[in-house]
């Protein structure tokens, strides 16, 4: 990545016309990788800084509707893993998303475009489940499903990983971040993510998480959620093992063990590093 960086930087002062503005594209687009890495490592700080580089990047591309959508997705997603920045998370999507209004009509606008405009719709979903604004996100996430349907298959433009399914996904998280556990598993039980993009292993693995959640907060469903759990490990080991929230739900787990009916729990454990 690091290479990347010096490559296109050196490629923004050298190329001129359309040449620069691919060079131009291509910094702000390995910004919002490195923002998309940072965040899911856990140091939102970093991701904060990288995200608002693709976005001045962006600024000068501004006639690429979706780069910029994109690039205030990447800083309000930063701003939101911060503590007490939900505020400003919110300001940075509304603005944002004020800013792509117009593609909710425009039946020429393209996939990228849709795809950033939805991802950010979906990240406004979360910061009012956030702010206990259930009226809220119920519009967006109702707002989402219209432009998924419009985008009509499962995509990854700009890393946003917009459609169809990951609606339904937003919708499983939020009502297990929401005390609606058994909202979360009966839409579990409706999810189907074979036809997500083969990149998008860690938002395979992010629903198994959001179970797992769901059910440990069930009676009795202790048993689930590690199945939940060790099927996410399976996905994606890395997001289970560096994963705050839930190393966290792990250890909870771990508190009330009962050996014989979660017996790869403790194992699980161990390769997280967390202490029995």
């Known amino acids: 990545m690091p290479d990347t ?13 359309t040449q620069r503005a691919l060079a131009v594209g291509s910094l702000a687009a390995a910004n919002l990788a490195a923002a998309k890495l940072t965040v899911k490592l856990g140091d939102p700080s970093l991701a904060w800084v990288a995200a608002d580089r693709a976005a001045r990047v962006a600024a000068e591309q501004a006639e690429d509707v979706a780069l910029v959508a994109a690039a205030a ?14 505020g400003d998370a919110e300001e940075v999507v509304l603005a ?7 593609t909710r009509d425009s039946a020429s606008t393209g996939p990228r475009v849709l795809s950033a405009h939805g991802a950010l719709t979906l990240l406004a979903a979360l910061i009012a489940a956030r702010q206990a604004q259930p009226a809220a996100v119920e519009r967006h996430l109702d707002d989402a499903n219209a432009l998924a349907r419009r985008l009509g298959a499962d995509r990854n433009d700009l890393w946003t ?3 169809p399914t990951n609606v339904m996904i937003h919708r499983i998280s ?3 971040r929401t005390d609606q556990p058994q909202l979360a598993i009966h839409l579990g039980e409706q999810l189907d993510t074979s036809s997500l993009p083969a990149a998008l292993v860690s938002r395979r ?5 959001d179970l797992a959640a769901a059910y440990a907060c069930s009676p009795g469903n202790d048993p689930a959620a590690v199945l939940h759990l060790l099927e996410a490990e399976r996905i994606a080991p ?6 705050g929230r839930t190393r966290h739900l792990i250890g909870d787990l771990l508190t009330r063990e009962r050996r014989a009916v979660t017996p790869g729990l403790r194992a699980l ?4 590093g967390i202490a029995a």
Do not use: Y
Not at 96 to 102: E, K
Not at 269 to 272: C, F, S, T, V
């Open 161 to 163: 990983g917009f459609g």
């Open 174 to 176: 939020i009502a297990a």
């Open 73 to 86: 997705f990447s800083v309000g997603t930063a701003l939101l893993a911060m503590p007490d920045r939900v």
């Open 269 to 272: 454990a161990e390769r997280a």
């Open 96 to 102: 944002a998303l004020d800013g792509v209004t117009d």
């Open 238 to 243: 890395q997001t289970v093992h560096v994963h």
């Open 5 to 17: 960086f010096e490559q296109a930087n050196l490629l923004t002062r050298t190329c001129t016309g």
């Open 205 to 209: 693995a992010r629903v198994h998480l």
